[in-house]
């Protein structure tokens, strides 16, 4: 079975909402709504957003204390 998904470190520092849906394997709506919601930082610039991969990794982390608090 071929694995379609990248390591983190092969995406660069800034990447588009196509980038964010394929590191997070979420839809495009999703990735929308993260970012205009702030859940994840990005700066809009023109009709594109701009999201840095340690705004994604900081959301991942928050995730997952967030699941770990609940687990306890």
Do not use: C, H
């Not at 079975?1 to 588009?16: H, I, L, R, S």
């Amino acid at each position: 079975m071929e694995n379609n998904q990248k390591n983190f470190k092969e995406y660069p520092d800034v990447v588009g909402i196509a980038q964010l849906q394929e590191m997070l394997g979420i839809g495009r709506s999703l990735a929308y709504r993260l970012v205009k919601d702030k859940t994840i930082k990005s700066i809009k610039s023109g009709r594109e957003y701009k999201i840095l991969k340690t705004s994604i990794i900081n959301y991942l982390m928050g995730e997952l204390n967030e699941w770990y608090s609940i687990k306890k």
